[in-house]
C-alpha cells in the first residue's frame, strides 16, 4: 500500500473578532476549536482551527480567530485510507501561520499583544478526529 501524501494547498483567516473591553485582566489562557471536513470526491481536507483567548477568571473570550486550510491528498484515497498521522501534522503545518496571525493582529490593536508560544498540539488529534464529517 502506497503512503498517503498531501501538502498543503491554501489557507485563510475567514473571521477574526477582537474586543479587548472583554479583557478584564492579564492572566489568560488560550485554546484552540479543531474541526474536519474530508471531501471524497476530490480527495482533500478542509481543516478549521478556531483560535481563542480568554479571561481565566471569567472563561469569557475576547478573542477569536478562525483559521480554513485545504489539504490536498496527491492520490485519491477513501475516508478509511486518511493516514493517523495526518490529524495530527495537518494541525503542526497550520500552527506556525496562525501562531504569527494572533502575533501580528494584537500587535496592531496599540496593546500588550499575544504572544504564543511554540505548542504540542497533539492533544488535538482527537478532537479533530471526533469532529471531522466526510462528504
Do not use: H, W
Amino acid at each position: 500500500m502506497n503512503k498517503a501524501a498531501f501538502f498543503l494547498k491554501d489557507y485563510k483567516f475567514e473571521k477574526v473578532n477582537i474586543d479587548f473591553s472583554k479583557k478584564v485582566s492579564n492572566e489568560i489562557s488560550v485554546g484552540f476549536e479543531p474541526s474536519g471536513e474530508f471531501y471524497t470526491k476530490n480527495s482533500s481536507f478542509k481543516l478549521t482551527i478556531v483560535f481563542i483567548a480568554f479571561n481565566n477568571k471569567s472563561s469569557e473570550n475576547f478573542v477569536s480567530i478562525e483559521c480554513i486550510t485545504t489539504f490536498q491528498f496527491e492520490n485519491k484515497i477513501t475516508p478509511d485510507e486518511i493516514p493517523s498521522y495526518f490529524y495530527r501534522n495537518s494541525i503542526a503545518i497550520i500552527f506556525p501561520y496562525i501562531r504569527a496571525f494572533v502575533s501580528t493582529v494584537t500587535l496592531q490593536a496599540n496593546i500588550p499583544p499575544i504572544i504564543l508560544p511554540t505548542m504540542n498540539l497533539s492533544s488535538l488529534e482527537k478532537p479533530l478526529i471526533e469532529k471531522t464529517v466526510f462528504i
